[in-house]
């Protein structure tokens, strides 16, 4: 008999997850958590953004259950994340606050605080390291201590505070001026997203967004579906403090804070140039593009903030100007459900479709009884 | 730090949010209520919409039924049932009559249900404008000004390509001569099971964050025009081959031995009660 | 003669304006603006307090050069853009007693399915260009709630053939018509539930010679047959002279004369017009 595949299925299930085990144990050896943590950086900063939960912990956990594969270890986190009540709303954190590691900008050689490369692949040599094969734990040690040794003692006074570059703009009258806007923002994961959305909305989705989506749409954007060529203002990496309100307190005064720890991200600002009429006459000023993302997820925070300034100009008709068209599509776990949920069986609907196209080659309703 | 998770999955603060939005649906036959759409342990597109409802109505006295076209053993209906119950610890049965909530995707069961108890329907498409206008801003005026225009013109076109309407599964609905409800994908042989429904019938969709419903007694009828009548799959002549009924939904087989094409109720319980001749007195 | 008549459609100070305006240029009557244009805010003020009257079974021309605001007017009318302010009332709807600008738009969808006909410059705008000509036609009927296929079928095809399209092609998408074609198709649509009152904006504007003079002896053979109440909005005084009984001059949104056609062709007051008519002498 053909396919009838509507027994058994537990079986099946049952055996199908012994089967994934096996696959993720087969050769006899364990990667621990702690290992994934302190080695897989770059996944770890990426599924942590996509999962949209700032744990490297559960996101090491979530490495090894999916065996290194990045939209199932964002699936468990997201579904993880779906089960925690949320307790409390952190103070907003102001990115200027950053203690920062890294900082570069490509719209000025000279800026105040300089140009700090910090850790980057950029000037790496994309070149296979063979001696990484016999990395020895000896070796790495000795490395180690020789390098942080000229690490400075001394704690800046800023602590690593530094003077943001589009601010220098501003002060010259060259950015777009707009209003400050301090209503809360919308939590997407909490309250329904409704067209026209608000800012803090299409912040929201494209920070979490899957990385491949977002940077391929924001180079759609780059390329010739928008924007013409923004600059970098500023892109840093670093580490900004969480406080929450101190639960009992009434008053909301700076002393009734509590350090929970800190985050680190990566936060871009891109300038594009834009033409503006006032009194007549044709003005460029800049308008600003907005990225930030868990971790160190540079291309992704750059093409968020191209995405940002071409989500603010809907009016252009281009589909990475069209909100829905880029907010809808680039979530890395609706993506992936839709397109798998095809290996799903639809032997009803396709029946169903069957008997109509069967149905429309008989020829026309009339001429039969109804 | 990993914490063991609550009674049916989620925390009680989201039920709630969910719950709060099946009521504004069922206040609002077949309109279209967004809600915060969580992302559950299975896939998006795989059931979610679904299983946030039925983990948000969950008690622990209720009796789950999951379907997945038509069977209580497919795959994806035991992978959903299973997450229900070893989140909930309730109890499950195969038996439409005995369930009290029941999770299906695509099909209505053949038995009758009654007041007492309530059907979840998985969609993976909830707008039944979509087709005809891509963008949900504009979908969801089309609704509010019921402007239904370009739905009927759909219809209108097919009828003059091939003489009939040709639509297969998810035939558009009017509900309480309101707003326009796709039924998701059950077959057009369902969609009359939701007129005048003893059942509350709710469907969730989960990856496009939408819930709507259609409570009990309230009038569906599928689009149609007053020359071209709605029509169903046609299951008149065809009997099952395992319990000998006819008029039910059936699947097409094919006997590789015989090369005969043959029949099977859809609805595996269904046929399975019958073959044992407890059906008798249900239907 | 129209004196004793009540109007089909009656339009009080219609304003419409793209732009918020500002100190500079909100209510000075137009005083600190460059035509149209408030040169500091940017605001266009394209229809500036306009005042007509339609009467059934008349054509009133609406003449004036492009940015003039007449097209405005008429996607106004047919609620394809929201008016500033201003009131609209039309004999059919509500017994003419209701502003029509400021219905809901379930209602304004009603008023447009069942009392207006719109055919515009770009067919485009009016024709789901990969649909059947019939569907386009039967679309304007199932708005205005029919659900009859039959009926609708033989009431697209009579249409159809009424504006010269071949029945071999009626159920051909407009897309793979000519222009002249898709423009008979649009007035077919429009005419689709009998309405009382059709709008056609520019609709010979961009058409080969012969063929406007098809679609205007078209337009003309519609009036007399169906008696419907017309407003042709058109840059081309030919046009104006050959079909209108009455007509509106526009200059920067305002109506600046308005009379007989014949009288204001003849004889016209302003000086725009006279440089209108003069120079296409």
Redesign the interface.
């Known amino acids: 008999m053909g396919y009838v595949a509507v027994k058994g299925g537990t079986t099946a299930i049952e055996e199908s997850i012994k089967r994934l085990r096996y696959e993720r144990l087969k050769d006899g050896r364990v990667i621990e958590v702690e290992v994934i943590k302190s080695c897989m950086r770059g996944l770890i900063d990426r599924i942590m953004s996509e999962g949209s939960i700032y744990s490297r912990d559960l996101a090491a956990l979530a490495i090894k259950q999916a065996e290194g594969n990045p939209e199932e270890a964002t699936f468990l986190l997201r579904a993880y994340r779906s089960t925690l009540p949320r307790m409390h709303y952190s103070r907003p954190i102001a990115p200027k606050d950053m203690c920062v590691e890294r900082r570069i900008s490509s719209a000025f050689k000279d800026i105040p605080g300089g140009q700090i490369l910090g850790a980057a692949y950029d000037y790496v040599h994309r070149l296979l390291d063979f001696d990484l094969y016999n990395e020895s734990k000896r070796e790495i040690l000795q490395w180690l201590h020789l390098y942080t040794e000229t690490f400075s003692q001394e704690v800046p006074e800023d602590h690593g505070k530094l003077p943001k570059v589009i601010d220098l703009l501003r002060r010259e009258g060259l950015m777009t001026e707009t209003e400050r806007d301090d209503t809360e923002p919308q939590d997407v994961t909490r309250d329904n997203i409704r067209f026209p959305t608000r800012r803090s909305e299409r912040l929201q989705i494209l920070t979490r967004g899957e990385t491949g989506a977002v940077t391929a749409l924001g180079y759609a954007a780059i390329r010739g579906y928008g924007i013409v060529h923004p600059t970098v203002g500023e892109l840093r990496v670093g580490y900004l403090p969480v406080h929450l309100d101190y639960p009992m307190a009434n008053s909301q005064t700076e002393d009734d804070v509590i350090y929970i720890g800190e985050i680190q991200v990566t936060e871009v600002e891109t300038l594009v140039p834009e033409v503006r009429e006032e009194n007549g006459k044709a003005k460029i000023e800049f308008s600003i593009g907005y990225g930030i993302c868990y971790g160190q997820n540079e291309t992704k925070a750059i093409a968020m903030s191209v995405l940002d300034n071409c989500l603010e100009k809907s009016h252009i008709n281009s589909p990475v100007h069209d909100e829905e068209f880029v907010l809808m599509h680039i979530d890395c776990v609706e993506a992936t459900g839709f397109i798998s949920h095809l290996k799903l069986p639809h032997y009803v609907t396709f029946q169903s479709e069957l008997d109509s196209v069967r149905k429309t080659r008989e020829g026309k309703q009339h001429d039969e009884k109804i | ?2 914490k063991k ?2 009674f049916a ?6 039920k709630r ?1 969910i719950r709060r ?1 099946t009521l504004k649906a069922i206040a609002i036959p077949g309109y279209q209520v ?8 299975i ?4 059931g ?1 919409g679904g299983l946030q409802l039925t983990l948000s109505l969950i008690g622990r006295d209720d009796i789950i039924k999951v379907i ?4 209580d ?7 959903i049932k ?1 997450l229900i119950i070893s989140t909930t610890g309730v109890q499950d049965t195969e038996k439409t009559a005995e369930a009290t909530l029941i999770q299906s ?3 209505i069961p053949e038995v009758e249900l009654r007041e007492d108890q309530i059907i979840v329907l998985q969609v ?1 498409l909830p707008e039944p404008l979509r087709t005809i206008e ?4 504009k979908t ?2 089309l609704h ?4 239904y ?1 370009g739905i ?2 759909m219809l ?2 097919q ?12 035939h558009p609905v009017q509900v309480h001569g309101r707003y326009i409800m796709a039924p998701s ?5 369902d969609n009359q099971k939701l007129n005048d429904s003893k059942t509350l019938t709710l469907l969730g969709a989960g ?1 496009e ?1 939408k819930i709507y419903a259609v409570p009990p007694y309230t009038k569906v009828q599928s689009l149609a ?5 709605f ?1 169903v ?2 299951m008149s002549a065809k009997v099952c081959r395992l319990c000998g009924t006819t008029g039910v ?8 031995d015989t090369e005969e094409t043959y029949y099977q109720c ?1 609805d ?1 319980s269904y046929c399975l009660q019958r073959e044992n001749k407890e059906m008798d007195d249900l239907r | 003669m129209h004196q004793q008549e009540r109007p089909l459609l009656t339009i009080k100070n219609l304003n419409k304006q793209f732009g918020c305006g500002c100190s500079h240029c909100r209510d000075t009557q137009g005083h600190n603006l460059e035509d149209n244009y408030c040169p500091v805010c940017g605001t266009v003020y394209a229809c500036r307090n306009v005042s007509l009257k339609v009467y059934p079974a008349e054509i009133l021309g609406v003449v004036g050069e492009s940015g003039s605001g007449k097209s405005t007017l008429l996607r106004c009318l047919y609620f394809d853009q929201d008016s500033t302010s201003g009131e609209g009332y039309i004999h059919g709807y509500n017994e003419g007693r209701t502003n029509i600008f400021t219905e809901t738009s379930q209602q304004k969808n009603y008023i447009r399915n069942h009392l207006l006909g719109m055919v515009y410059q770009n067919p485009y705008l009016g024709l789901r260009m990969n649909f059947s000509s019939v569907g386009n036609i039967a679309e304007k009927l199932i708005g205005a709630g029919n659900r009859k296929v039959d009926f609708m079928a033989a009431r697209a095809q009579e249409l159809l053939a009424a504006v010269n399209i071949p029945t071999y092609r009626m159920k051909e998408a407009p897309e793979k018509f000519s222009g002249g074609m898709q423009q008979r198709v649009q007035i077919a649509k429009a005419l689709s539930n009998n309405p009382p009152l059709l709008l056609l904006d520019e609709v010979t504007t961009g058409l080969d010679l012969s063929v406007q003079a098809n679609v205007l002896d078209l337009i003309k053979v519609i009036q007399r047959d169906l008696k419907i109440g017309m407003i042709v909005v058109s840059h081309d005084l030919a046009v104006i002279r050959m079909l209108t009984d009455r007509t509106i001059v526009m200059l920067n949104g305002r109506i600046i004369e308005h009379g007989l056609t014949d009288q204001v062709l003849e004889d016209p007051q302003h000086a725009y017009t006279q440089q209108l008519v003069y120079s296409l002498l």
């Open positions: 730090m990993m998770y609550n999955f989620f925390d009680e603060g989201s949010e939005a967004p809600f915060a759409s969580r992302e559950m342990p896939a998006r597109g795989w979610t997945d076209q038509g069977a053993e497919s795959v994806n209906a035991v992978n299973k995707r695509h099909r993976p891509p963008s949900e801003y969801k005026k509010a000004d019921q402007d225009n009927w013109l209108f076109e009828i003059m390509k091939h003489g009939r309407m040709s639509t297969g599964a998810d994908p059950i077959p057009r042989f990856r964050k025009f007053a020359d071209y009548p029509t799959e046609d939904y059936m699947d097409e087989l094919f006997d590789r859809n595996v």
